[in-house]
């Protein structure tokens, strides 16, 4: 039971670089989400996904984007890092509609 | 951006109290759902509401969906270690597919 997996797990990056955030489902799930966790706060939504094809803005996409691969894959992409995007990233999925959203175990990414 | 108030922001229980938290928004909610987070984990489903007045249990978890639809509670009866971690909320109105998170409760549990 895979659920939603996201690659790297880890990543450490120097300001400017760029970096892509991958995630995958297995659920065959119509929409998918990207949020950010910092300390003390709630998970912000960056970008979403509502369905195959589709993707819209959340509360924080400066310095992001997306792309939907396929039904199953959802990568975000940081162009030119800033330590300011120094977070835990967090992918989530959902069948449709008002169904609970499963989420991956984050990537921690720390930008120097 | 827009946030849920999410109360109390941490708290210290003994083993074996019970333990009550809630989420308020300003806005009407067509959804409420409960997470918990474990250290270095994403967060997991506890609790899931649908309707204003419901009452809903898994083990020794309980969350209602407040009658005014901008509110939900969460408690848990006879706190055990393995509760410690984040626990949040998240509202959804009708017609989006988008989900507001609380800033998250953070239980501590002295044995």
């Known amino acids: 039971n895979a659920g939603v997996t996201q690659t790297p797990k880890f990543q450490?990056?120097?300001t400017g670089q760029s970096m892509t955030l991958q995630c995958a489902q297995d659920m065959n799930h119509n929409s998918m989400?990207?949020?950010?966790?910092?300390?003390?706060?709630?998970?912000?939504?960056?970008?979403?996904?509502?369905?195959?094809?589709?993707?819209?803005?959340?509360?924080?996409?400066?310095g992001y984007n997306v792309s939907r691969l396929n039904k199953r894959?959802?990568?975000?992409?940081?162009?030119?890092?800033?330590?300011?995007?120094?977070?835990?990233?967090?992918?989530?999925s959902i069948s449709g509609g008002n169904q609970p959203q499963h989420f991956g175990d984050g990537t921690r990414l720390s930008i120097l | 951006g827009q946030q849920l108030n999410q109360s109390p922001q941490s708290m210290f229980i003994q083993e074996g109290e019970d333990v009550s938290m809630n989420c308020t928004s300003s806005?009407?909610?067509?959804?409420?759902?409960?997470?918990?987070?474990?250290?270095?984990?994403?967060?997991?489903?506890?609790?899931?509401?649908?309707?204003?007045?419901?009452?809903?249990?898994?083990?020794?978890?309980?969350?209602?969906?407040?009658?005014?639809?901008?509110?939900?509670?969460?408690?848990?009866?006879?706190?055990?270690?393995?509760?410690?971690?984040?626990?949040?909320?998240?509202?959804?109105s009708s017609g989006t597919y988008k989900y507001i998170f609380g800033t998250g409760t953070r239980l501590k549990v002295l044995a």
């Open chain 1, 12 to 14: 450490v990056l120097k």
């Open chain 1, 33 to 62: 989400y990207w949020y950010r966790q910092d300390p003390g706060m709630g998970l912000r939504l960056i970008y979403y996904s509502a369905s195959e094809g589709t993707t819209d803005k959340g509360e924080v996409p400066n």
């Open chain 1, 73 to 92: 894959e959802f990568s975000l992409r940081l162009e030119s890092a800033a330590p300011s995007q120094t977070s835990v990233y967090f992918c989530a």
């Open chain 2, 27 to 92: 806005s009407i909610f067509n959804t409420w759902l409960w997470y918990k987070q474990d250290p270095g984990e994403g967060p997991v489903l506890l609790i899931a509401l649908y309707k204003a007045g419901e009452l809903t249990s898994n083990g020794r978890l309980t969350a209602q969906f407040g009658i005014t639809r901008k509110d939900s509670f969460l408690n848990i009866s006879a706190s055990i270690p393995s509760d410690v971690g984040i626990y949040f909320c998240a509202g959804q």
